[in-house]
């Protein structure tokens, strides 16, 4: 059994700690969207444990439960067994991958990557109006989703950028690339070099994104390691902004969505809190945060391919924004404001922001 | 499973609420036991007119019906150990009533504990059994297996706040039974009948439970005593106090010790440690209790006795309690955790008993648990893989029931027979219990339809 797969039998010991308790569906978001055990954590594990007794192939019939996880990391916090669910997760639809499975959402993120240089496919780079590859102190990286989708969220952060006059400049990046170690395939070491020649040929200091998953990449990936071995200070936007006074002021009541990718495994919890509630005294916690935060149901390729159970976990989500009584929910995750704000019901009357949006409109009244 | 009971099944709850899919098949295949058994199709259902039409079909159809919550049982209750179709109640999760005036909420059973919990919270009040799995478990899961927690002592179980039920029989008719006030002699005490009866007498749709107002004050101290006697001594010289604390949790020597090696606790490696809590709706009076619980540790010999000043030192003190699952859960590829309930009285010989019979049979127990009501979780660690050690700790489990049903008590506390202990049955009942057991069984469910092959009843 060994032989037939290697990837998966890393994780054998973790796969049989696995007690079958069931705690985690009371944090699983697909559980929690769905209530259908086969999608929960515990149900994944059950088909892995089978998978290696030799009892089930690793087939098309385990697509829907194995490619169905948002990767958000919800359950390995809470398992008191200590199963780390996503690692096993990954390295199951890699294998799966291997032999020939696979969800056709998935494997079209790898054949969007090995003909193009952005996730969408898109051949028209936006530029923002702003340099591209000068020399500057910092280098921001947008992101496919910053770049492509969520373009409000990102002229925020650059005018924001602009406002504290921080010496930056953007480059002609292409996508980081590291989902697809998510879906099942490798991360692009030809995007990877691309995006690591240019932002090094700036001369910066530091890297600053306003993606918490390129942010996760380019610090925790093998394949971005010169960035770091260069000296390179690599910072979530939401970190670079911690601790400045901007010296705004708003009365409204806010709330804050954790992402996944920046909370639970980056670690990044205070610095959107330091900045958000110094601005907004009235901030709230939503009922399930930080650690405990419910995923917004984007992540993982789930969204591209299981799109009416994305939404339904956002919902859950929205729903708890609801119950906070808030007027805005920040958070700092384009693709988070892009689920979050295609789920919310027109009678939902709050608003989905990022917090450089509500910022840069709070600097706009002032002015 | 013939294709056309599929398809009848299919019209009775909607494409959309029924499976065959291998993935779904595997996933109610077990709960939290060491059991497993794949069905051949599941439901979710959305009401008792579709429970009914579902056990109609099984009952012409001939297939067993196993219904299933959230899963996190640990006697196999939920696993369909014949096959046919697990009817899954996870989706009627809806609280139809509080009503604070009456004392009352009915829920539908796929409701989560921690649900109800968050639904009262803002009232002031609770639904006191406080089970360990209460962030996942279902309320029509707790209502089957009778479920308890660590208050136990003070609160009782589910049984103790079941009002009323509506329930689908066997033979598929739709009964309720009880009624929404706080007394009642009317008739007999159906609604007790169905409170633990896994699933075997009929499925319920609909539960009224008495909620209770929560305490607003508690106070904590943990104790270590060397000797085990010592520790039990104190044990009854509590219950003997005049007072009933909320919580009287004990941990054995070979659970701190592991404890021990895998965190950072440091615990005292003793014969036993004795965490209690008190509440009250004043601070005084949870203190006033406490200090005849301090008096009882004292008196009894404890090593040490560390009260608690403040919330926070309240949860350091819980910390080795609350990382014992955990803990225990890491340290084999296995584990089963038993749950067998002696008089208070015996708890001391009981652990000790338990020392006897891992050395004996050369197995790792550890165990833990509800000192305060006889309650005890002695947890078997184990490679599943080893079959001689999956043997030695069978033989080991039988001698564990055997004593607990010497020493007066009985197999299971709260966890229910299910699998796990359907061999051990008449260890504790008498033939002629056993027998009107199987009775009720035959009245209820004539063709053996609702979870086959559970509690020893279909012999």
Partial sequence: MADQHPLLEKFRDQIQRCSRCGFCQAHCPVFGGTRRPALNARGKMLLLKEVLEGRLELGEELVESLFQCTTCGSCAVNCPSGVDVPAIIKAARKEMVGLGTCHPAFSGMDQVLNEHDNIYAEDEPEDFDRERGGQAEVVFFLGCVGQYREEEASEAALDLLDHLEVDYTLIDEVCCSGVLEDVGYALKPRLASANIERILATGAKTLVTGCPYCYRTFSQQDAYAPLREAGLAIMHLSQFLAGRDLGLHSGLKVTYHDPCDLGRHCGIYEEPRRTISAVAPDFVELADNR????????????????????????????????????QILLTECNSCVHNLSNAKLRAQKFKVMTTPQFLMELIEDSE | MRPETKDQLRSIVGEANFSDQLID???????????????????????????????????????????????????GLSVPAQGGLVLDLGRMDKIL????????????????????????????????????????????????????????????????????????????????????????????????????????????????????????????????????????????????????????????????????????????????????????????????????????????????????????????????????????????????????????????????GVQDIAARHQVQIATFGHAGDGNLHPQFLYDGADQDERGRVEAAAGD????????????????????????????????????????????????????????????
């Fill in chain 2, 400 to 459: 564990l029931f055997q004593l607990a049903v010497d020493l007066g008590g009985t197999l299971t506390g709260e966890h229910g027979i299910g699998l796990s202990k359907a061999a051990y049955m008449t260890l504790e009942h008498d033939p002629v219990a056993m027998d009107l057991m199987r009775s009720i069984k035959k009245v209820c469910d004539p063709n053996n339809i609702l979870n086959p092959g559970k509690m020893a009843l279909d012999v």
């Fill in chain 2, 97 to 352: 009533d509080i009503s604070i005036g009456d004392r009352v909420a009915v829920v539908q059973p796929g409701v989560v504990y921690a649900s109800l919990e968050k639904a009262l919270a803002p009232h002031g009040y609770v639904f006191p059994p406080d089970p360990a799995s209460g962030k996942a478990c279902t309320l029509g899961g707790n209502v089957g297996t009778n479920a308890g927690g660590v208050k136990g002592a003070k609160y009782g179980t589910t049984r103790d706040y079941v009002l009323g039920l509506s329930v689908v029989l066997g033979d598929g008719r739709l009964m309720k039974t009880g009624n929404r006030a706080m007394k009642s002699v009317s008739g007999f005490d159906l609604t007790r009948l169905f409170v633990g009866s896994e699933g075997a007498l009929g499925i319920v749709t609909e539960i009224i439970l008495k909620i209770s107002p929560k305490p607003l004050a508690t106070a904590t101290t943990l104790a270590i005593f060397d000797d085990l006697e010592d520790a039990g001594r104190a044990v009854s010289g509590v219950m003997a106090s005049g007072v009933i604390p909320s919580v009287l949790e004990i941990l054995g020597r070979e659970t701190l010790k592991a404890i021990n090696q895998n965190t950072e606790l440091n615990l005292p490696e003793v014969d036993a440690m004795l965490l209690a809590e008190t509440d009250g709706y004043t601070q005084g009076e949870a203190d006033y209790q406490m200090e005849r619980v301090v008096e009882q540790f004292s008196a009894h010999n404890a090593r040490e006795v560390k009260r608690a000043e403040s919330a926070s030192q309240a949860a350091e003190l819980w910390k080795a309690r609350k990382s014992c699952y955990a803990v225990l859960a890491r340290l084999r590829p296995n584990f089963t955790l038993e749950d067998i309930t002696v008089p208070m009285s015996q708890v001391a010989p009981m652990l000790r």
């Fill in chain 2, 25 to 75: 098949l595997v996933s109610y295949s077990s709960d939290a036991s060491e059991h497993a058994h794949r069905p051949q199709a599941a439901v979710w259902a959305d009401s008792a007119e579709e429970i009914q039409a579902i056990v109609g079909l099984a009952n012409a159809e001939g297939f067993p019906v196993t219904v299933r919550g959230a899963g996190t049982g640990l006697s």
């Fill in chain 1, 291 to 326: 650690q405990e935060a419910l995923c917004c149901g984007a992540g993982g390729g789930v969204r591209g391919a299981y799109a009416k159970n994305s939404l339904a976990m956002a919902r859950r989500r929205l729903a708890q924004v609801e119950q906070s009584g808030a």
